[in-house]
C-alpha cells in the first residue's frame, strides 16, 4: 500500500520556468491539500480540494495553479516559478470524516 | 481567515522532564485541533487531536486540552524522551478538518540529556 507519494522529490529550476508537482493517494480520500513549509512560516494551505472537478484556494494561492480530474491524482503547478517559491511542498489527503491529515514525504523546490 | 499563534517557537527541557506547547487560535467556529509531529527530514504525522466538544484528551505521556471560551489550546508531553525531540504543530479547523488546517508556526522541542 503506498499511500500517498509525490514526484519529483527534489528539483531545482529557474526563475520564469513552468514547474508541475504530482502527487498520488492509493486510499480515495475525497480531500487533498497542497501545503508549502518554509522556516519561521509553519505549514501555509495554498489549494485544497473536497472531490474530483472541485479545488478552492488556501491561504497563499498566488502563482499556483491545481487540478482534479481523477480522485486519486492532485498536481500543483507553478506556471512562471519565482524564487520566493522556493520551498518544501506537501500534499496530503484526508477522508474528510476523521479530519486527519496524511501527509506525502514533500517535494523540495529550489528557484535559482 | 483562522489565525493560530504558537509558543514557544524553541523549548528545551531535560529528559524525564514535562514539555507544555500553547497555542491560541481566532475563528470561533474552529471546531478540530490536531497536533502533529514533525521529525528532521520527515513528513509531518498526527499524534493526538482533540474536538469542540472534549476538554482534555490523554495518550499515555501525551495529553491535549481545550478551552473553547478562551480559545487556546495545549500539548503536554510528561516523562520526556529523547526520541521527543522534533518540531511539533498544533493547527485549527472547521468541518472536522476537511477544509483544510491552519497551522501555528511551530515549536522546536529539544530534549537534553
Known amino acids: 500500500d503506498a499511500g500517498i507519494t509525490q514526484s519529483p522529490r527534489y528539483k531545482i529550476t529557474e526563475t520564469g520556468r513552468q514547474v508541475t508537482l504530482m502527487c498520488h493517494q492509493t486510499w480515495s480520500h475525497s480531500y487533498m491539500f497542497w501545503y508549502r513549509q518554509d522556516l519561521g512560516h509553519g505549514l501555509r494551505l495554498i489549494y485544497y480540494?473536497?472531490?474530483?472537478?472541485?479545488?478552492d484556494k488556501g491561504e497563499v494561492p498566488d502563482g499556483y495553479v491545481v487540478s482534479r480530474s481523477k480522485t486519486e491524482n492532485f498536481p500543483l503547478t507553478l506556471e512562471s516559478a519565482t524564487r520566493s517559491q522556493t520551498s518544501v511542498y506537501f500534499c496530503a489527503s484526508s477522508a474528510g470524516y476523521t479530519g486527519e491529515l496524511f501527509f506525502g514525504e514533500g517535494s523540495r523546490l529550489t528557484v535559482l | 481567515g483562522e489565525n493560530v499563534e504558537q509558543h514557544p517557537s524553541t523549548l528545551s527541557v531535560q529528559e524525564g522532564d514535562s514539555a507544555v506547547i500553547k497555542c491560541t487560535y481566532s475563528?470561533?467556529?474552529?471546531?478540530?485541533f490536531p497536533w502533529y509531529k514533525q521529525e528532521l527530514g520527515k513528513r509531518p504525522q498526527l499524534i493526538i487531536d482533540i474536538r469542540s466538544n472534549v476538554g482534555e484528551k490523554k495518550d499515555q505521556r501525551i495529553a491535549v486540552t481545550l478551552n473553547k471560551t478562551a480559545k487556546h489550546f495545549s500539548l503536554h508531553i510528561t516523562e520526556t524522551q529523547p526520541e521527543d525531540s522534533a518540531v511539533y504543530f498544533c493547527?485549527?479547523?472547521?468541518?472536522?478538518?476537511?477544509?483544510?488546517?491552519?497551522f501555528g508556526k511551530g515549536t522546536h522541542l529539544i530534549i537534553q540529556p
Open positions: 493547527a485549527a479547523g472547521s468541518g472536522g478538518g476537511a477544509d483544510g488546517l491552519t
Open positions: 480540494s473536497a472531490a474530483a472537478d472541485i479545488t
Open positions: 475563528d470561533s467556529a474552529s471546531n478540530y
